[in-house]
């Protein structure tokens, strides 16, 4: 990989946003019962957890009426928070991080929204088939295909978002990854879906295949979208890089997420049946240079990288993210976080590489009671690492397990910092940003959480965040 850009951390920004009328806030994190009562037949926790660390100190609900558990990703800029859930997303002023205040929840049906945003831009990941772009659109019937891929929105008044355009990829967009190329006035977006069903070429180009007529696959590739800072309304695919990839089951090709590291260059992407490395000098066009197949990794989920740039993290999302893997009978390995070394991923076969370590939650949940359908879905979800040079820690979330923070220094040794599983936690995404974890969770809302320890010393502050965009090494 050729030496990379140099990205200032402390670029200067500034977000004038008026004071919105605060939103409802939930209690201080462990006893929320409206959750139970509105959704009986999910798995809450009947108690908390949470070590003296961690403490929850702001929290905003969804305003419209919960038809889906489904919160997703986050992304920050200045004192916003931008959380996506299945029918839209959230603008919250988190200027005062203990009274946050919801700007818009906005309605705009379709999954997963995973969200990344560039100044008044915000970018939303799509995947279920609608009848269009549009924010009043309806989703087709199983089989039927139609719009899937990027919407893009203006949120430079953020109380009032408005859809710039639509922009449909093949397979639609599971998770995206923003990757800024400010020389040329013009932000990236690296477009992750697989092939969990087969749909015909829509009215807008869009199609999501298995297999060409040779049997050869067609998915095992990501869509380039390139958003023109000048004119975001002409956003379009240009590439559709192709990757060496192991086949996950049958017929299922394509990455879920990709981390990118734009000073050093690289991309780590976690492709469902293993982990890859990129080189990403060509923007458009990046390269497998590296891969990572681990027999104890059910699901490729997750992938951040040490701000040092020499570790690479990957999760696994044992049992698809609706089977337990905290409860006795789980190894500890099933639905862990996996350390390794970038320098030891450099081949481009299928042998396996050696991790540093693994680690996953420590705390068993069972289900309440027999008669409980499911046992809780606990395993590691989205994180990121604190930008710091003072040591290697992470936080993640671990959907019914709450809020971990791991410090990771000793790679070979990776420990606990401290967690907080709230009642009714069903968290999606944990990230931290300026000081704060924020968490998006499926039964609570936006949760913000402070914690108070020696491994949380001398983290830098960022104008903005994208969790799965790593800009500069901290050194």
């Known amino acids: 990989m050729r030496a990379g850009r140099t990205w200032p951390l402390a670029a200067a920004l500034v977000v004038v946003l008026a004071i919105a009328a605060p939103a409802a806030a939930h209690d201080n994190g462990l006893g929320s019962s409206w959750l139970t009562e509105d959704h009986p037949g999910w798995y809450w926790p009947s108690t908390s957890s949470k070590t003296d660390n961690f403490e929850m100190v702001g929290s905003v609900e969804r305003t419209k009426p919960l038809s889906t558990y489904r919160n997703s990703d986050l992304a920050f800029w200045g004192r916003l928070a931008y959380a996506g859930h299945y029918e839209g997303f ?31 831009l915000l970018f939303v990941s799509v995947e279920t088939p609608r009848t269009s772009p549009a924010c009043d659109s309806t989703a087709q019937p199983s ?50 879906s697989y092939t969990a069903s087969e749909l015909a070429p829509s009215s807008y180009g869009n199609e999501c295949k298995r297999f060409d007529a040779d049997g050869q696959p067609l998915h095992n590739k990501i869509s380039v979208v390139e958003v023109p800072l000048r004119n975001p309304a002409t956003a379009s695919v240009v590439s559709e890089p192709h990757f060496p990839q192991k086949e996950y089951r049958t017929g299922w090709y394509g990455c879920h997420d990709i981390t990118v590291f734009m ?25 497998t240079v590296g891969r990572v197949f681990n027999p104890n990794v059910e699901f490729w989920h997750s992938a951040t990288f040490s701000y ?12 698809g993210g609706t089977g337990p893997a905290c409860t006795s009978a789980d190894p500890v ?24 370590s693994s680690w996953k939650v420590p705390r068993i949940q069972e289900k309440l009671t027999p008669e409980q359908a499911q046992d809780p ?70 949760d913000i959480l402070r914690v108070r320890d020696r491994a949380t010393n001398g983290v830098k502050k960022l104008p903005f965040s994208n969790p799965q965009t790593q800009l500069a090494q901290i050194r």
């Not at 039927?144 to 397979?171: H, K, M, Q, W, Y």
């Not at 260059?265 to 066009?285: F, N, P, Y």
């Not at 040092?308 to 049992?319: L, M, Q, S, T």
């Not at 390995?333 to 070394?341: P, Q």
């Open 377 to 446: 879905n606990c395993t590691m979800h989205n994180f990121n690492t604190l930008p710091t040079k003072h040591g290697d820690v992470l936080v993640s979330s671990a959907y019914a397990a709450g809020t971990t923070m791991v410090d990771f220094t000793n790679a070979s040794r990776p420990r606990e910092v401290g967690h907080l599983d709230p009642h009714g936690a069903n968290t999606w995404s944990a990230y931290w940003y300026n000081g704060y974890v924020f968490t998006n969770d499926g039964g609570r809302g936006v």
């Open 90 to 120: 959230q603008i919250i002023d988190a200027a005062n991080p203990r009274k946050p205040k919801q700007l818009v929840d906005f309605a705009c049906p379709g999954s997963q929204h995973d969200v990344s945003v560039w100044g008044g």
């Open 263 to 287: 000073e050093l260059e690289m991309a780590a992407g976690a492709c469902m049946g293993e982990g890859q490395i990129w080189d990403i000098s060509d923007l458009e066009h990046p390269r």
């Open 333 to 356: 390995t099933r639905g862990a976080l996996w350390f390794y070394d970038v320098r030891d991923i450099d081949s481009l076969g299928e042998e396996v590489v050696t991790p540093r």
């Open 143 to 192: 089989g039927t295909p139609g719009f899937e891929g990027i919407r893009i929105f203006d949120v430079s008044n953020p109380r009032s978002p408005a859809l710039i355009a639509g922009v449909p990829t093949d397979c639609g967009s599971h998770t995206h990854t923003l990757v800024p190329d400010p020389r040329h006035q013009r932000v990236l977006l690296y477009v992750a």
């Open 308 to 319: 040092d740039g020499r570790r690479v993290i990957f999760g696994d999302e044992a049992g």
